[in-house]
Structure formats: structure tokens, C-alpha cells
């Protein structure tokens, strides 16, 4: 798929479940920097797809919903999501008020910090 197009989907996704355009931007433009958006990329030793997801969190994107191998883009949207939404990491992302706020907490959350690092 061509990035314009998914950027478009990720973009359809996060409005749809109701993060506001700077955070669906920020998380966008992270997961360009771990993927190059692309929903299948392979990072080498344990990281994959959109997000770079690697150990625990990619065995947990896979289990999620009994998936073996690249799962579609859309499953791996819900799983941010959810995880943006339960990981305490990733709290500072959601109380965020601009795209550079959000972009900081989603990169400080990609890199193993919290919202008080």
C-alpha cells in the first residue's frame, strides 16, 4: 500500500475512535520513523510491522486476536489503540494538547519512558 494511503487509513482510524488530528498526526509520524509506514516492515532481531513492536508487545499484538505473522493494518491500529489507551507509558500521549506534545510523549512511550521521564 503507498504511504498517502496509509497515512489516510491510519488518519480514518484514530478520528474514528475519537483521538483528536494532532494525535492521529504524531502517532503517524512515529510510526513513519519505525516503519516507513509500512504495516509489514521487518526491523531485524525481535521488531516488526507499523510500529516496530518487538518481544512481549509483538507476541501480545499476535495473540491479541490469534494471529501468526503479519496481521492487516486495521488489527494493528486497534492495538494501539489499545495499547495507547491501558499502558501507563502512554498516558501522557492522551492529555496532550498540541502535535509536538503528542509527538514527544508517543516517541518518549516507543523508547521505553513514562510521562515523567
Same mark, same amino acid.
Given at each position: 500500500? /503507498?504511504?498517502?494511503?496509509?497515512?489516510?487509513?491510519? %488518519?480514518?482510524?484514530?478520528?474514528?475512535?475519537?483521538? @483528536?488530528?494532532? +494525535?492521529?498526526?504524531?502517532?503517524? *509520524?512515529?510510526?513513519?520513523?519505525?516503519? !516507513?509506514? *509500512?504495516?509489514? /516492515? &521487518?526491523?531485524?532481531? *525481535?521488531?516488526?510491522?507499523?510500529? +516496530?513492536?518487538? !518481544? @512481549?508487545?509483538?507476541?501480545?499484538?499476535?495473540?491479541? #486476536?490469534?494471529?501468526?505473522?503479519? @496481521? @492487516?493494518? #486495521? %488489527? +494493528?491500529?486497534?492495538?494501539?489503540?489499545?495499547?495507547?489507551?491501558?499502558?501507563?507509558?502512554?498516558?501522557?500521549? %492522551? &492529555?496532550?494538547? &498540541?502535535?509536538? +506534545?503528542?509527538?514527544?510523549?508517543?516517541?518518549? !512511550?516507543?523508547? !521505553?519512558?513514562?510521562?515523567?521521564?
Amino acid at each position: 500500500m /503507498a504511504e498517502a494511503a496509509v497515512r489516510a487509513v491510519m %488518519l480514518t482510524f484514530f478520528l474514528s475512535h475519537g483521538y @483528536p488530528e494532532f +494525535q492521529a498526526r504524531a502517532f503517524i *509520524d512515529s510510526a513513519k520513523i519505525e516503519s !516507513g509506514l *509500512d504495516a509489514c /516492515a &521487518n526491523g531485524g532481531a *525481535d521488531g516488526m510491522y507499523l510500529a +516496530q513492536w518487538v !518481544g @512481549p508487545r509483538r507476541r501480545r499484538l499476535e495473540e491479541a #486476536w490469534g494471529w501468526s505473522g503479519c @496481521p @492487516p493494518i #486495521w %488489527l +494493528q491500529l486497534e492495538f494501539a489503540s489499545m495499547e495507547l489507551r491501558a499502558t501507563p507509558a502512554y498516558s501522557c500521549f %492522551l &492529555n496532550t494538547k &498540541n502535535y509536538a +506534545q503528542a509527538f514527544r510523549a508517543i516517541r518518549r !512511550g516507543f523508547e !521505553g519512558g513514562s510521562c515523567g521521564r
